[in-house]
């Protein structure tokens, strides 16, 4: 399978905490992205990262991108109870239009 | 931002009975439309890739007379489960790609299928 691989599966923080997810991949990419998720509903972008980028910031996110390790990180800093969610990495393939998505880490920030 | 509709939101009906659920892009012109299928607590898969005014790319184990995909204008593909199981019950999303090859995708809100 070309799914990404995300860990945690799970993480449970306080607010204010940052929270760390990680994604590895298998194959050559053209960029990185990373959605968020709430439950039930559909996806929202949160930031792409290309290939020739190492890392990326958004408001209180943060991403890094290792193409020699095949593996990225979002950082999520000052964790909000909103920001509980399911976040997953997609990867887009070099030469193919579609995205091919992480198993996915869900986030529970607690008050 | 780009914002992409999907109708119904959920839709409960019997075994046998075929389903169709739409998507569109309500403020922009998406040539390529994605259609995934999710289980609980799970990630996407993908289950085909659908170009305006061409035939739809179905990922290897998904069966095109079983889910058929029609993609005839630039803001609008449809899905239809034909024949629908229980097994087919899931959350469908379909998405809208931005632009090039690999771009960000603006996502629906999703379709919670119950097949009794």
């Known amino acids: 399978s070309q799914q990404g691989e995300e860990d945690p599966q799970a993480l449970s923080i306080q607010e204010g905490e940052n929270a760390t997810m990680n994604c590895s991949y298998k194959?050559?990419?053209?960029?990185l992205q990373w959605y968020r998720q709430n439950s039930g509903r559909g996806l929202v972008h949160l930031i792409l990262i290309r290939s020739n980028e190492r890392e990326k910031h958004s408001g209180r996110l943060r991403v890094t991108l290792d193409t020699s390790k095949k593996s990225s990180s979002l950082l999520i800093t000052a964790s909000r109870a909103a920001d509980t969610a399911s976040y997953f990495c997609?990867?887009?393939?070099?030469?193919?239009?579609?995205?091919?998505f992480g198993t996915g880490t869900r986030l529970l920030v607690s008050p | 931002g780009a914002v992409v509709s999907q109708h119904p939101s959920r839709v409960i009906c019997k075994s046998g009975t075929s389903v169709k659920i739409e998507c569109r892009s309500l403020?922009?012109?998406?040539?390529?439309m994605f259609w995934y299928r999710q289980f609980p607590k799970q990630s996407l898969m993908l289950m085909a890739t659908?170009?305006?005014?061409?035939?739809?790319?179905?990922e290897q184990g998904v069966e095109k007379d079983k889910f058929l995909i029609n993609h005839a204008s630039l803001t609008l593909s449809t899905l239809t489960v034909t024949s629908a199981h229980p097994e087919d019950s899931s959350f469908y999303i379909c998405?809208?790609?931005?632009?090039?090859?690999?771009?960000?995708?603006?996502f629906g809100p999703g379709t919670r299928l119950l097949v009794l």
């Open positions: 998405s809208a790609g931005s632009g090039g090859a690999g771009e960000t995708q603006y």
């Open positions: 194959t050559s990419i053209n960029n």
């Open positions: 997609a990867t887009a393939l070099t030469g193919f239009q579609k995205l091919v």
């Open positions: 659908s170009n305006e005014g061409s035939k739809a790319t179905y």
């Open positions: 403020d922009f012109q998406a040539t390529t």
